[in-house]
């Protein structure tokens, strides 16, 4: 996500200053989290992912509906796991 928001070739510009802000700020958090919870639980990684996602998706829909395109996959984002 954090590759695809700078990638020009992507998504950096189609994005609006506040929905990019939106998806650094979750992506950032959800690495810090990373860091200090290395030794967590599976469930743990997927509620933390689930968080990353439901600030994710929507802007990420929202992007290729405005751009006239259909999103990848059924989610428009998370195909990808990495943050």
Known sequence: MRNQINDQDKLADKLDSDEKEKIETVTKEALEWLDDNQSGEKEDYDEKLKE?????????TAVYQRSG????????AGDDDEL
């Open 69 to 76: 395109g259909a999103p990848e996959g059924e989610s428009g």
């Open 52 to 60: 990353v996602e439901a600030v994710c998706n929507p802007i990420i």
